[in-house]
């Protein structure tokens, strides 16, 4: 047994007991953020406890839901595809609706989490987050939306260190080779959007933390300028309250 495996099973066993339940929900994209939550819930809780959702879009390609549905067979999940093209589609008849990559592609996060919670209320369970420490220090996410979760097993691990862990654990090679996409609109890709591979990009983020954010090289001052940019996505909604009231 992998020391980090058994580390993030009983975290996920840990939290659940918590809550109250040992059932959990968690978006299946094909890709390899999901497949590792997933694979860690299972055994964590038991294939047959965890509900995996896959929930394309118009533009999501079929190899991706296959994927998915391996991925489950392998770990003994129950599987389910809910296409969420006619909920866009209801959005795209209402008044003032702009139809850009960008919004739509929030807009479909935000509407696969809302499925998501529906699912774990529906069986009381708890919906399983699959951030990775890379893409939640960049803020390489959705509010609301794919960063929205009750618990994050993997969010301490860079991209690099879920690759590796996978393989580890031998998940399926399809989705062991795959290139990262979020699958927002046909041939998205996320270097391309970071701008940046994913090795650099965490060889520059383990520099920063290590010399306390301190920028000294061009790929580490890039890097740096995301991490700015998006940290209001690691921060609360600012308030004016100061304090927890006083519960009589």
């Not at 990775?132 to 860079?158: F, M, V, W």
């Amino acid at each position: 047994m992998l020391p980090e495996t058994e580390r993030i099973r009983n975290f996920i066993r840990d939290t659940c007991d918590a809550a109250g339940t040992r059932r959990i929900v968690i978006g299946l994209s094909g890709g390899i953020d999901s497949a590792l939550a997933a694979a860690l819930a299972a055994g964590a809780v038991g294939g047959e406890n965890v509900l995996g959702l896959t929930l394309p879009s118009a533009v999501t390609p079929p190899g991706d839901i296959e994927d998915a549905a391996a991925l489950c067979r392998l770990c003994g999940i129950p599987h389910r595809v809910i296409g969420i093209a006619p909920v866009i589609d209801a959005y795209r008849s209402t008044k003032g609706f702009e139809d850009t990559p960008y919004l739509v592609g929030n807009l479909m996060a935000r509407t696969r989490m809302a499925l998501l919670y529906y699912h774990a209320n529906r069986i009381g369970g708890l919906v399983c987050g699959t951030s990775n420490r890379s893409e939640y220090l960049l803020g390489y996410c959705t509010k609301h939306g794919d960063d929205a979760a009750d618990l994050q097993p993997i969010l301490h691990l860079y991209k690099t260190d879920v690759s590796a862990l996978s393989r580890a654990m031998g998940l399926p090679e399809a989705i062991l080779e795959k290139e990262p996409s979020a699958g927002l609109w046909p041939g998205q890709r996320d270097e391309d959007e970071l701008g940046m591979p994913y090795p650099e990009i965490d060889r520059a983020l383990i520099a920063l933390e290590r010399k306390e954010w301190a920028a000294s090289t061009a790929a580490e001052e890039r890097v740096l300028a995301l991490v700015k940019k998006g940290a209001h996505k690691r921060q609360p909604a600012p308030s004016l309250l100061t304090g927890t009231p006083a519960i009589p």
